[in-house]
């Protein structure tokens, strides 16, 4: 019999992702649909087992052809009775009993984490963690989210909040946070925050920017739109860019300090801003952390851009190996 497979599925509010992978984590089939978040999301999980029946069909495929499937989830996770509840991007209001409707649906085992902390598995297994018992993974995209791999297991801590790297403060008083305090990371180093900091700037710049004057002219723009003025040579982009990275800097060096990782990696869409926003974290990240981290943590850009939700899910499912 030929080695069991791995499924991971990455799901998000408007689209859930599938992966077919090795045991050694190498994807062999991928596709995706469209999350049908209408009538309170109770669509979501039917659509979901729908559309691996579809492809275990169209594969010639068995559930005695897997070891397990894993999912990353938005949502706060009950991990051992495999619920969902309050993932309020997919009208998840209220308590989901995902794991009971798949294992019975699919008869194959089924794990669910938080997304955050799956795309963290992810790229520490296959990506820019290179396997390595510690390793944190911060992801810049429309919030800042997070997970901590510690000597080898993904930290979750008493209530599941461990990683929410989004939520360090790095103003005390900065701008306030959907969370319900100030000066969180992610009010100024999501997408969302880069432009905030942008608009807050411009406040006080009187130079010649085409960034500020947009902002001046009422002008939609971007956290991309910014960074691209600023590898141009835009001052006042550039400006934007140092506080953000400044403010990066910050939260990286105390999470070196505490955690002492062998890699902090830097995910999510604002991180397409690649080496150029890597080398000004860094230099603030020297600046933050002390001698001993300084030389042994590693600041690196992720490497699996929309797979690692896949893959981290699929790893989801090795604990099951030996025990069917």
């Known amino acids: 019999m030929a080695e069991e497979k791995l499924l991971g599925i990455d799901l998000g509010g408007t689209t859930a992702k599938f992966a077919i992978l090795t045991q050694e984590g ?25 559309s691996i029946k579809h492809r275990l069909n169209l594969y010639q495929m068995t559930a005695e052809d897997f070891v397990g499937i894993g999912m990353g989830s938005p949502g706060v996770i009950d991990r051992k009775a495999g619920t969902v509840v309050g993932a309020y991007n997919l009208n998840w209001a209220t308590l989901q009993p995902v794991k009971e409707k798949m294992e019975k649906a699919l008869g194959i085992p089924f794990a669910i984490d938080n997304d955050a902390n799956v795309a963290a598995l992810g790229e520490r297994w296959q990506g820019a963690g290179e396997n390595s018992p510690d390793v944190t993974f911060i992801t810049l995209g429309t919030g800042v989210g997070g997970g901590i791999v510690a000597e080898g297991h993904l930290l979750h801590g008493v209530v599941g909040a461990a990683g929410e790297i989004g939520h360090i403060t790095v103003d005390p008083d900065g701008f306030m946070c959907t969370c319900g305090k100030r000066g969180c ?23 010649d920017s085409e960034i500020k004057q947009q902002i001046d002219d009422g002008e939609d723009i971007s956290s991309k739109d910014i960074f691209d003025a600023a590898q141009e040579g835009d001052h006042f982009a550039l400006l934007v860019v140092d506080k953000v990275c400044y403010y990066l800097g910050l939260a ?10 062998s890699d902090i990696v830097i995910g999510g869409g604002v991180s397409a801003a690649g080496e150029f926003l890597l080398e000004r974290v860094q230099k603030y990240f020297e600046q933050f952390s002390f001698t001993q981290v300084r030389e042994s943590t590693h600041l690196k850009l992720a490497q699996l851009g929309n797979d690692a939700g896949v893959i981290g899910a699929a790893s989801l499912a090795l604990q099951f190996l030996g025990g069917k």
């Open 26 to 50: 190498d994807i062999q089939q991928k596709w995706t649909i469209e999350t049908n978040i209408l009538d309170d999301g109770i669509h979501i999980v039917d659509d979901i087992i729908a």
């Open 185 to 207: 990371l992610e009010t100024v180093a999501s997408a969302t925050g880069v432009v905030r900091v942008a608009r807050k700037m411009s406040e006080e710049f009187a130079g």
């Open 252 to 261: 990286t060096g105390n999470i070196g300090n505490m955690l002492n990782p």
